[in-house]
């Protein structure tokens, strides 16, 4: 039988302080792990403000890498909505909505557990803070959502995904046959005017979204994506990741009559280069 | 559940009536004219799928798996096989999910007939169905092309995903890809005159076996029973087709592939109306503009939400076909050639 994983860590822990005295400290703060072999290492409360209610071991790394010294808390108003068992590890649908929440300047959203951590981000200008994305996941992890509010603040909320695995280390359909070449940042789109959120565009964006992760297969993937309307005003703007599954599809609720005055323009580009540019007619 | 004693009887005698093997092969049987399950030697506590062979027709047997998804608990034993006798074989209708369940399988066909296995057919690539295929030689594993195919393609997949599903139930479980292609039609085989239909819609193709002494179908997975359907590999409008071929059929009794044996088309009925049911609701959420995490809030109707597995397999489902649902609902955007 292995050795039970604080007794691993704490030895780990040994080794790092020794070979690396400045990250042995950062690392092993709380505790004498260093020294006391037989203790499971301190749970550092003191360091943390606030207890993650996903009780994910990554929080306070997640803390530190989204929110550095930002004001941050864990709130109800921000829901992540994301099956229990991801049925495709390459196609996890996530729906996130901060709409509870006075003030929404930005919201990012992350999943602790994946090798590229951080899924997308977006600025609802003129739309609804929510959307409705799927993403590829890697092992089982919580998803998160961040909000920064107007004051500052970041709320947190967020879910756990169990899965199988092996979702951002897969090829895609997409590198494994030239088709899609043709086909390239192709939008789809459909707008469904009124209804009790606004304006609801949907779309689909045809790209490999490749992690660089699978052999062989560089990172390929949409960066930047802006919905406008007529008169170029910004109603949402997105800036994706790596973990954004294949083929893009994305749910928008714009602002009521966002797209009245004539056709909405969807532009962006991806790590290439190369252009996404078109119109959905109401 | 123990099948009628005078059925059994009646089974086991005509099968030594008819002397297809020396004595010695019999030893692990059981006499003829005693129950074949009382007589049996004690399987193995741990890892012990419990198989207790149940006659639905003279010589026709079939093991009813639990209703449930794949667990550590039940190792896997969620499905439905069985095994036909005849004068002088046995055909097998599915291996089950291990090596393990392939192997208890064999032993308790064993404690119905000395009569070796002729036949043993996957009806389609799905792990539940074939992961046992270890335990029957390997000459007799027959399949529609496109099920050997499914398995060799989809086969070690299947496999690594079961040993996380089911834990050590899986130990030593590997894939063997059946060799002898089966063809529709009129089979006769081990004195039973048999039947095979290739249809589909379940899997890209689904076997159906009539046998047509007893009238029983063994409907594989094309037919659910209190238990919803699951949908990873299916074609709801060629599901629909190939259970209208099925409910046409003149038959006696109906083998699902998971859930009880039915005396009537009901369970086809049933999985036909609950497949209508999710082809319109998810065709009716892409088109009412859902995001695909909103379609899997919605809820069920009335008369499926008793069924075992309702609410997960619809979650399944929806993550299954929603993609193409939506894809039909979007309209190309202009201009979407910078």
Not at chain 1, 18 to 31: H, K, M, T
Not at chain 1, 199 to 205: F, G, H, P, Q, S
Not at chain 2, 282 to 311: F, H, N, Q, V, Y
């Amino acid at each position: 039988m292995p050795p039970p994983v604080s007794q691993m860590l704490a030895a780990l822990m040994a080794v790092a302080a020794i070979a690396f005295p400045a990250l042995g400290e950062a690392a092993a703060a709380p505790g004498d792990a260093a020294t006391d072999l037989g203790a499971p290492p301190e749970v550092p409360t003191q360091s943390s403000p606030l207890t993650d209610p996903l009780d994910s071991p990554r929080w306070e790394d997640m803390r530190r890498e989204f929110f550095g010294a930002a004001p941050v808390r864990f709130d109800a108003r921000i829901t992540v909505t994301a099956p229990v068992n991801a049925e495709d590890p390459l196609n996890v649908p996530v729906s996130v909505d901060a709409s509870a929440l006075p003030d929404v300047r930005e919201v990012v959203v992350f999943a602790d557990f994946n090798p590229i951590v951080k899924v997308l981000s977006f600025e609802p200008a003129g739309a609804a803070p929510r959307l409705g994305f799927r993403l590829k996941l890697q092992q089982s992890s919580p998803v998160r959502a961040a909000a920064r509010t107007g004051d500052g603040v970041w709320h947190v909320g967020g879910s756990w995904v169990r899965t199988s695995g092996g979702g951002c280390t897969l090829p895609s359909v997409g590198s494994a046959s030239p088709l899609w070449q043709q086909h390239l940042n192709e939008v789809s789109a459909r707008l469904w005017p009124g209804g009790g959120y606004g304006d609801r565009l949907r779309l689909r964006i045809v790209h490999p979204m490749d992690t660089g992760l699978a052999a062989g297969i560089p990172a390929f993937h949409i960066e930047e994506l802006a919905v406008s309307d007529r008169s170029g005003k910004p109603l949402m703007r997105i800036r994706a990741h790596e973990p954004v599954a294949e083929n893009p599809v994305l749910t928008l609720d714009l602002n009521k009559g966002a797209a009245d005055t004539g056709p909405l323009r969807i532009t962006g580009r991806d790590n290439n280069g190369n252009r996404i540019d078109a119109r959905v007619l109401p | 559940m123990s099948p009628p004693r005078s059925l059994v009887a009646a089974a086991t005698v005509a099968i030594a009536l008819c002397g297809a093997l020396p004595a010695s092969s019999r030893a692990q049987g059981a006499p003829a004219g005693s129950s074949p399950t009382v007589a049996s030697p004690a399987p193995p506590a741990a890892f012990d799928y419990r198989l207790v062979p149940q006659q639905i027709a003279a010589g026709v047997y079939v093991l009813v798996g639990h209703l449930e998804d794949f667990s550590p608990q039940n190792g896997g034993n969620i499905v439905n096989t069985g095994f036909i006798v005849g004068t002088s074989g046995v055909i097998v209708i599915d291996t089950g999910p291990s090596k393990r369940y392939g192997e208890q399988l064999r032993a308790a066909i064993a404690r119905v007939t000395p009569l070796p296995v002729v036949l043993t057919i996957n009806t389609h690539h799905h792990p539940d169905h074939f992961l046992g295929n270890q335990a029957f030689p390997s000459e007799t594993l027959a399949a529609l092309p496109e099920v050997i195919a499914g398995i060799a393609a989809e086969g070690n997949a299947f496999n690594d995903n079961m040993y996380r599903l089911n834990g050590d139930w899986m130990r030593d479980t590997e894939v063997v890809v059946p060799r002898l292609t089966l063809t529709p039609g009129r089979l006769s085989i081990a004195g039973r005159d048999l039947e095979v239909l290739a249809l589909g819609g379940h899997t890209a193709a689904d076997l159906v076996l009539i046998d047509h002494a007893s009238a029983t179908v063994f409907a594989s997975d094309l037919v659910f029973h209190e238990r919803a359907p699951t949908t990873p590999h299916a074609d709801l409008a060629r599901w629909r087709t190939s259970l209208d071929t099925l409910g046409a059929l003149q038959a006696k009794r109906w083998v699902p592939g998971h859930g009880k044996v039915s005396a009537d088309t009901t369970p086809i009925t049933e999985t036909r109306a609950y497949l209508g049911w999710l082809s319109e609701t998810i065709k009716r959420s892409a088109e009412s503009g859902a995001d695909m995490a909103e379609a899997l809030t919605r809820p069920l109707p009335a008369e499926i939400r008793p069924w075992a597995l309702a609410e997960s397999e619809y979650r399944r489902s929806v993550i299954h076909l929603f993609p193409a649902a939506e894809r039909t609902a979007l309209a190309p955007a202009s201009g979407t050639r910078p």
